[in-house]
């Protein structure tokens, strides 16, 4: 029953909605109203086609009528045979450093998965940590700390992790859905969905957004200049995540010495460092201290990593072989160039100027009130589109309404990442319904942590971020 469950609710955003027949109809019922809408206003051609296709593709999307990387393919194709852009703008994203960074990425998160190093440093560091149940969560948080700087792949992480603490749960006998299972999953959930934001190679939406803001700028900002400028203020996020989880642990039942038995014995079960795992370590130090020298060297992190990857193939090294290329799917590169073609062919056309004034009256006054909107608006479009869809269709606008307020477009960029990592139920991000969905979260206990932690992330903002890029002097544009 919990499988079937979980495959429903993998389907989709909406997949409350059971049957497809209603949700095409409601599909071609909301075009027909947009047409009708961009006709009342008198928006010009380009206009008026590029705001169905791209609803049209975000509808495929929330409801999954048809596959995400499919749906990601056929819309810049369409972008190109309704003349709404060229070629060239519409297949841009190809062109850039992000598929090669998420392939990449997806080499990375395998390699590490195969030779177990990924499961060595969780398990390690519950082990060594956990003599309390808070110092499991604390446990959990720094296996997911030092983990991930080298796995791009925000879902790669989030599976990894998830696998990691199941495993744990079940070791330590607690019930699935009650408050210790669902604290404990949430645990390595947090810490992978807030510390990615302190690294430019976090995940597929921090890349984009950066793009946009690369293209307004012209200025490229390094993976250490990009580091100095969120870290500080994410590890305080990251932390107080933690914090609001044992917060809400105080119900919980103390360790038992049995319990703490065990978590060592899980360890020592692990045995020996293994070659392939001290190559990997080796692999990955060697590509942080690359990424760390960007701004000597001058090599983008995307064509190291790309190189670092390769090199897990050969002779010697032999970290990857032909049958793990099979298990890495492709296809989700479909889906992440596809949504990156919204913001170039947008820029194209009158999109992003009439997005732009519908925002406007809500962007004026303080500093303050223009984070607070930006981060109120991110959360109210996760409710609608997934991250990376809202990151790649609301960028440019909230940049430009940022320049009109004298403010830097990546700290922009930087308040919509924070913003868009807020949710209330499960379905508003693959990685959070992910872990709903192995059956061991209470919904109820879920949606009270994500709301507490909703408040937390605007004061982080207001009291933390805005301070520290005082600090450094980034926040005028």
Same mark, same amino acid.
Request: glycine share 6%; aromatic share 14%; charged share 10%.
């Given at each position: 029953?919990?499988?079937?469950?979980?495959?429903?609710?993998?389907?989709?955003?909406?997949?409350?909605?059971?049957?497809?027949?209603?949700?095409?109809?409601?599909?071609?019922?909301?075009?027909?109203?947009?047409?009708?809408?961009?006709?009342?206003?008198? #928006?010009?051609?380009? &206009?008026?086609?590029?705001?169905?296709?791209?609803?049209?593709?975000?509808?495929?999307?929330?409801?999954?009528?048809?596959?995400?990387?499919?749906?990601?393919?056929?819309?810049?194709?369409?972008?190109?045979?309704?003349?709404?852009?060229?070629?060239?703008?519409?297949?841009?994203?190809?062109?850039?450093?992000?598929?090669?960074?998420?392939?990449?990425?997806?080499? %990375?998160?395998?390699?590490?998965?195969?030779?177990?190093?990924?499961?060595?440093?969780?398990?390690?560091?519950?082990?060594?940590?956990?003599?309390?149940?808070? &110092?499991?969560?604390?446990?959990?948080?720094?296996?997911?700390?030092?983990?991930?700087?080298?796995?791009?792949?925000?879902?790669?992480?989030?599976?990894?992790? /998830?696998?990691?603490?199941?495993?744990?749960?079940?070791?330590?006998?607690?019930?699935?859905?009650?408050? +210790?299972?669902?604290?404990?999953?949430?645990?390595?959930?947090?810490?992978?969905? &807030?510390?990615?934001?302190?690294?430019?190679?976090?995940?597929?939406?921090?890349?984009?957004?950066?793009?946009?803001?690369?293209?307004?700028?012209?200025?490229?900002?390094?993976?250490?200049?990009?580091?100095?400028?969120?870290?500080?203020?994410?590890?305080?996020?990251?932390?107080?995540?933690?914090?609001?989880?044992?917060?809400?642990?105080?119900?919980?039942?103390?360790?038992?010495?049995?319990?703490?038995?065990?978590?060592?014995?899980?360890?020592?079960?692990?045995?020996? %460092?293994?070659?392939? +795992?001290?190559?990997?370590?080796? !692999?990955?130090?060697?590509?942080?201290?690359? !990424?760390?020298? +960007?701004?000597?060297?001058?090599?983008?992190?995307?064509?190291?990593?790309?190189?670092?990857?390769?090199?897990?193939?050969?002779?010697?090294?032999?970290?990857?072989?032909?049958?793990?290329?099979?298990?890495?799917?492709?296809?989700?590169? #479909?889906?992440?160039?596809?949504? !990156?073609?919204?913001?170039?062919?947008?820029?194209?056309?009158?999109?992003?100027?009439?997005?732009?004034?519908?925002?406007?009256?809500?962007?004026?006054?303080?500093?303050?009130?223009?984070?607070?909107?930006?981060?109120?608006?991110?959360?109210? #479009? /996760?409710?609608?589109?997934?991250?990376?869809?809202? !990151?790649?269709?609301?960028?440019?606008?909230?940049?430009?309404?940022?320049?009109?307020?004298?403010? /830097?477009?990546?700290?922009?960029?930087?308040?919509?990442?924070?913003?868009?990592?807020?949710?209330?139920?499960?379905?508003?991000?693959?990685?959070?319904?992910?872990?709903?969905?192995?059956?061991?979260?209470?919904?109820? &206990?879920?949606?009270?942590?994500?709301?507490?932690?909703?408040?937390?992330?605007? %004061?982080?903002?207001?009291?933390?971020?805005?301070?520290?890029?005082?600090?450094?002097?980034?926040?005028?544009?």
């Amino acid at each position: 029953m919990r499988e079937m469950e979980s495959e429903r609710a993998l389907k989709g955003s909406f997949y409350t909605i059971k049957d497809d027949f209603y949700k095409w109809i409601g599909t071609f019922i909301t075009l027909t109203i947009v047409w009708i809408l961009t006709q009342k206003y008198s #928006l010009d051609y380009k &206009t008026s086609i590029f705001f169905v296709i791209t609803i049209f593709a975000i509808l495929l999307w929330c409801f999954s009528l048809i596959p995400d990387a499919i749906t990601g393919l056929l819309l810049p194709t369409l972008y190109v045979i309704f003349k709404v852009s060229s070629p060239a703008v519409a297949f841009k994203a190809w062109t850039s450093t992000i598929p090669w960074l998420v392939l990449a990425a997806m080499l %990375i998160s395998t390699m590490l998965n195969e030779t177990g190093v990924a499961r060595r440093i969780g398990i390690w560091s519950i082990a060594k940590f956990g003599k309390t149940f808070s &110092t499991i969560l604390l446990g959990i948080t720094l296996a997911g700390i030092i983990i991930t700087p080298f796995i791009p792949s925000v879902i790669a992480k989030i599976i990894i992790f /998830n696998i990691i603490t199941i495993g744990l749960i079940e070791t330590l006998g607690y019930k699935p859905k009650s408050l +210790e299972a669902t604290l404990i999953i949430m645990a390595g959930f947090f810490v992978i969905s &807030t510390f990615r934001l302190g690294f430019a190679t976090g995940d597929s939406g921090i890349i984009i957004g950066l793009n946009y803001a690369q293209q307004v700028t012209g200025s490229v900002l390094t993976w250490t200049q990009y580091l100095i400028h969120n870290l500080p203020y994410v590890l305080f996020y990251t932390f107080g995540s933690l914090g609001i989880l044992i917060l809400f642990s105080k119900n919980t039942k103390p360790l038992t010495k049995e319990k703490i038995e065990l978590l060592q014995e899980k360890y020592l079960d692990l045995g020996k %460092i293994k070659n392939q +795992e001290k190559k990997a370590f080796l !692999m990955m130090g060697f590509a942080l201290l690359l !990424m760390s020298t +960007e701004s000597i060297h001058k090599i983008n992190s995307a064509w190291i990593l790309i190189v670092l990857s390769s090199l897990f193939f050969i002779p010697k090294i032999d970290l990857l072989n032909n049958d793990s290329l099979k298990k890495i799917n492709l296809f989700s590169l #479909l889906f992440i160039v596809g949504a !990156m073609s919204i913001g170039s062919v947008a820029s194209e056309t009158q999109a992003i100027n009439i997005i732009k004034n519908l925002l406007q009256p809500f962007f004026s006054g303080s500093i303050f009130s223009i984070i607070t909107v930006s981060y109120i608006s991110g959360i109210l #479009l /996760n409710f609608l589109l997934t991250p990376l869809a809202a !990151m790649s269709s609301f960028t440019i606008p909230l940049i430009q309404l940022g320049i009109e307020n004298n403010i /830097n477009p990546y700290i922009m960029t930087y308040i919509f990442q924070i913003s868009l990592d807020q949710y209330l139920l499960p379905y508003e991000f693959a990685g959070l319904l992910l872990v709903y969905t192995s059956g061991y979260v209470s919904l109820k &206990t879920l949606v009270q942590i994500l709301i507490v932690r909703m408040g937390f992330g605007l %004061i982080v903002l207001l009291g933390i971020a805005y301070p520290w890029w005082n600090i450094l002097g980034i926040i005028s544009n």
